[in-house]
């Protein structure tokens, strides 16, 4: 008999987490506004709200702790931070940041200025952010197949070639970067190819432009590139990292993501000039260019999370969890953006409450269910999410109306996975008598899904 696949790692150390009961749940959450963020975390029995900083150390991670040089500059933490860093992404210009939102305000201080336009493949919302912020405009250039979340691609967070090359081409002289997210968290963790990042990037060089890679969830992405791309079969997943970034020019990171430590950022690249100027940046921000806003202990726990969440067993650990929890959508007849994407499953509740009208929210109001069912906490990605028109100051109801299932790393077990299904196999169930939605009271004028107060209808 073939063996089952399990975990490539013990549990050594765990956290309680308590169960509620439904009045509990009903009440809490109308103090809450109907708003998940507005929750204690005491409040929840399973945490699925975000994969940042969420994840468990190892045993590693921790002794490596005990290890940090907390000298103001020149510490060996960061000497061996630095030396990680340059080895798993051959770039050699090294700048800590305290964590990926932190990378980018430091270097598109450098990069960006009013009237810009930046194309990437779907723009991390705080990416964006710093964009815009700036006067310049980030516009999405990820393939349309992205948007079918019924469509299985192998690589769905993939640039069209063609999109990118019109903005390029309509925009002489505006375009001092263009960014490459991998994986593309905002169209579901979906993966980029080496094709296209390869492809991406000779473009871009052959108008050039330089490519910033956003680079959250690379290992995850490097992961799809061994199981699903001709030739990478035989390749370690840091022979795969490396030339995936062979011809980027610079890359940010939210090392709470892919390193697995609970916060961290930096900034990697092989242009002098920009490494020069944002060092002068990184001090004001972020702290002295050898700490950037981290702990010495924390930039060893880096090093140590980059070296062994490059290592195949680890991440296959943690992408076949997520395809579990998929495979038991599938049984139910669920809908959520296909394929399984690294980090997330994007259930898409537009689909599931038909009877809700958008102004009404069906992903909130989805997310709200779940929680009320099973003490589960998700995070809409949707009509709320995604804010009004600046100018019309009309809801966008443009996009998909998901509801994110993110899984922490190394944090539940697949039991975790099986309640989270068949909670919302139960919600599923009784979407017929749920007809009725969530209206807004009251929100803020900019990223409201924070803070938005909201009361149930019906
Ligand atoms: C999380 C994330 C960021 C921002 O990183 P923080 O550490 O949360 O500041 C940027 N880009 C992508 C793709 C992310 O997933």
Same mark, same amino acid.
Not at 20 to 37: C, G
Not at 122 to 149: L, P, Q
Not at 217 to 227: L, S, V
Not at 381 to 400: K, Q, W
């Given at each position: ?84 860093? %340059? ?62 979340? %019924? ?212 992903? %909130? ?94």
């Amino acid at each position: 008999m073939k063996l089952p696949f399990a975990e490539s790692w013990k549990i050594k150390m765990i956290e309680p987490i308590r169960k509620s009961t439904r009045e509990e749940r009903e009440q809490w959450l109308k103090e809450a506004h109907y708003n998940v963020f507005q929750l204690k975390s005491e409040q929840v029995y399973i945490d699925l709200l975000t994969d940042s900083g969420t994840g468990a150390m190892s045993d590693r991670q921790w002794s490596q702790l005990m290890l940090g040089d907390e000298s103001y500059a020149g510490a060996t933490s960061f000497y061996k931070f630095e030396a990680m860093v %340059q080895k798993i992404f051959g770039m050699p210009h090294v700048i800590p940041t305290h964590q990926g939102r932190a990378a980018e305000n430091v270097l598109f201080s450098v990069l960006v200025k009013e009237g810009d336009v930046i194309p990437g493949n779907a723009h991390f919302d705080t990416t964006k952010g710093h964009i815009e912020s700036r006067k310049a405009a980030a516009i999405d250039v990820t393939i349309d197949e992205a948007k079918n979340t %019924q469509l299985e691609l192998p690589f769905k967070g993939n640039v069209s070639l063609e999109k990118l090359e019109k903005v390029i081409l309509e925009n002489p002289g505006k375009v001092p970067f263009m960014v490459l997210t991998v994986t593309n968290n905002t169209v579901g963790g979906q993966p980029v190819s080496m094709q296209n990042i390869k492809e991406t990037c000779a473009l871009c060089h052959k108008h050039n432009i330089p490519v910033v890679m956003d680079s959250a969830r690379f290992a995850e992405n490097a992961y799809f590139i061994k199981t699903r791309e001709e030739g990478y079969a035989d390749k370690t997943i840091k022979e795969i990292a490396l030339e995936m970034y062979a011809q980027a020019d610079a890359m940010t990171m939210s090392a709470k993501k892919d390193a697995i430590v609970n916060m961290g950022g930096f900034i990697a690249t092989r242009n002098k000039e920009w490494y020069e100027a944002a060092k002068l940046f990184c001090i004001p921000f972020e702290g002295y260019v050898t700490y950037g806003g981290l702990n010495g202990r924390d930039l060893n726990a880096i090093a140590q999370g980059l070296d062994e969440n490059t290592e195949f067993d680890m991440l296959a650990t943690r992408i076949h969890q997520v395809a579990y929890l998929a495979s038991k959508l599938d049984e139910y007849n669920i809908p959520y953006q296909r394929p399984a994407g690294g980090h997330a499953i994007f259930v898409d509740a537009d689909k599931i409450l038909d009877s809700i009208p958008k102004e009404e929210f069906p992903a %909130q109001t989805l997310t709200c269910e779940l929680y009320l069912e099973a003490g589960i906490r998700a995070c809409e990605i949707g009509y709320v999410l995604a804010d009004r028109d600046p100018i019309t100051r009309e809801n966008r109801f443009g996009g998909l109306d998901l509801v994110r299932l993110c899984i922490p790393r190394r944090v539940y077990t697949d039991n975790h996975m099986d309640v989270i299904a068949a909670a919302l196999k139960n919600v599923f169930d009784r979407r017929k008598e749920i007809t009725r939605g969530v209206a807004i009271e009251w929100e803020a004028p900019l990223m409201r899904h924070f803070t938005v107060k909201l009361k149930r209808l019906g």
